[in-house]
DNA sequence: TAATTTGTTTAGATTAATCTAAAAATTTGT
DNA sequence: ACAAATTTTTAGATTAATCTAAACAAATTA
């Protein structure tokens, strides 16, 4: 259908729009994808030759609904095969992403939808992103940004900004997994990091950095 | 490390030389990979320059060492993925080649190694070819073809030599899947076609074509 | 063993994806 | 509003994988 590398422009296309209305810059792409302008251009014309995308020389593109559907279709692969990865086989949840790279591109649509099952038909992918059902259909949850909290405010970690192998392993060794339960006991004015009990257990420190990063369920 | 294109090649010319002991040809090899022998000289060029194989111009082709290892790691890919696929999501063993077909370029040791473990480490996919192991050994069993057994001979199905959906749909059909027990009751001399009995209960005949993709352990 | 057939390689093109360098358009800043 | 800076596109090459047609080598067969 779509070729491996077309597939990964309309996921880059797609998250780099999602949150932000507007459309996508040729140079936001050539970042996310790790190629040059130039090289972006080309594809964008062939994407939009295919009705993949709305382009518009020099006034950057929007995915079409044909593009949507196509690059929703990948992520979907690609968080549930990051489930599968953590729950059946082991994975740690900093250790998967570039593997489920490769399996996103797989192309059997029995093959997902068996597997959604085989899974339990889970809502989430092991780093809090929700997983969409075989029709599309993305269900977002309120997060709020652990900085963005106010003493004495209360939550759940039940996603994360950053997706770095550094990033999350830092979080495990903090005891800032997906499910902990957090209170927010004070905000440090000197530097903004930010003092929380975890599990109504330990207290401790972190940076606004990290805070940034952490997603809650209030 | 190879890219797509080099490890279907690969695996191309070790199923070609599995058996016969003699190099493979240049038109064998554009057979198995459905391109053009101006394609294989191209890319036995490449793989030579690799030390993959060996290759003399107008001589034919063998693996090296590396080239068996990469060869023989694509083909434990395939079968372990290939029986991921019938245990754990319930696909038939009709439908699984073509999916494992694109399932066996993935890369990653760990992964395969897991998902080996996860499995209970079979021996056997799900047509009874045997799954190498993580060093690379592979079991094989003594298999028969049931059309050179003899009558009052017994044994059990344990492989097939033709791999086509059509052909495995058909022995579901006749009952003739893996494990089945038989013993051989008559040969037809009028048309080579075989009668056989089928787990102590059923009788059946199949047409000496048949027979000869079927192979038994005696 | 010479002629014919068959199989393999080379020559020259094509397509997809990428690049660098240069040209063109848009945006920014004074 | 216009010059300068930035962004995007075009032009022209490159690499991997493929093809067709023609040249060449090997095997067969008379
Ligand atoms: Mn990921
Ligand atoms: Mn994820
Ligand atoms: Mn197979
Ligand atoms: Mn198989």
Redesign the interface.
Known sequence: MHSFTEENYLKAIYHLSEGNMEAVSTNQIAEMTNTKAASVTDMLKKLAEKKLINYIKYQGVTLTNTGVNAAVNIIRKHRLWEVF?VE????KWD?VH??AE??EH???D??VN??DD?LGNPVADPHGDPIPDRSGLIKHKKLVKISDMQTGESGTVSGVSEHSSIFLKLLEKMGLTLGTKIIISELIEFDGSIMLTIDQKTERTISREVAKNILVIL
Chains 1, 2 share one sequence.
């Open positions: 990865l059946k086989l082991g994975f250790e570039d593997i490769e399996l797989i192309n059997s029995t093959l068996r597997l085989f």
